[in-house]
């Protein structure tokens, strides 16, 4: 399967980047990642490309593209997954509020309701 | 320390304060009560509420289903909560509680300068009966005797009755909204 991952810059984003990758080991799937530009994440554009290259290398998948997507995040990786021959479209899953809630962003919304691929939520 | 978060320019309040105990619309005597410690005091009796509680009622993740799910969700929280519970004939049928938005323990125990999450939950047979508003004001009071002023919550988007009722006690909507919405409430003290 031809999987597209896009990774914000969060904790989560770290945590969907691990499972996605332990995933297209186990089966083999054609990975790519792209990093979107959300300004308030805790880590830059350029740490979040730089630390997805570098798990990518330690897990052997150096053939798989990283890019850095410019632009409103949600539609910038919408677009990107309708240019390419994705089968998947994989972001995370939505974070926890201090009581337990699920919550799902804006950006997630934008991508559920917008993209052309199946979309994978990772918890 | 407070984020970023919209709250409305007016104080809300003044309201009523735990204990109290009120006949709801069916006629039932509900006791609403503030344990001074909730892993103490309340937690067992609403770990039973939260098992008899219907799935198809939850919200965003919570209540989690199965005993041992509830207790570890509800001692992770409890802690540092500020919980009211209502009862009837001495059975817990519904909970409202706030979480701090910190980690910091100073902070926490000064309670006015942080954000304080809100969730309630009432039992499907004593829905519709007025309780959720008795709850909603006395936990809402609690929080203001202890020195609380800003408490947001998220209710999920298309969930009007809830927003209808948050929206009749003072909360206005941050303008954060996806699939939630959130909403917030600043208290008069």
Known sequence: MNVLLGLGGSDESVKTLRRTIDRTKEVGDDLTVVIVDKPESKRSQDETHDLAAEHLEEAGLDDATVEKLEGDPGSALVDYAEQGEFDELVIGGGTLSPMGKIQLGPITEFVLLNAPTTVKLVR | ?189
């Open chain 2, 1 to 189: 320390m407070v984020g970023s978060r919209q709250y409305p320019d007016e104080p809300s309040g003044p309201f009523p304060s735990p204990p109290t105990t009120v006949e709801d619309r069916e006629g039932r005597s509900i006791e609403i009560r503030a344990p001074a410690a909730f892993a103490a005091d309340a937690l067992d009796d609403v770990v039973e509420m939260y098992v008899e509680f219907d799935p198809t009622d939850r919200a965003q993740g919570i209540p989690p289903t199965g005993e041992d799910r509830i207790r570890n969700w509800l001692e992770t929280i409890a802690e540092d909560s500020v919980t009211v519970v209502a009862f009837h004939d001495g059975d817990a049928i519904g909970h409202a509680m706030l979480v701090p938005d910190s980690d910091d323990p100073e902070a926490i125990a000064e309670k006015s300068g942080i954000e304080w999450e809100l969730a309630i939950f009432v039992l499907q047979a004593y829905q519709q009966a007025g309780i959720g508003t008795v709850l909603l004001e006395n936990l809402l009071g609690h929080a203001s005797d202890l020195g609380i002023r800003r408490v947001w919550l998220t209710v999920e988007r298309w969930n009007n009755p809830a927003i209808a009722l948050y929206e009749r006690v003072g909360f206005e909507s941050t303008g954060t909204e996806s699939f939630e919405q959130e909403m917030a409430i600043l208290l008069d003290n």
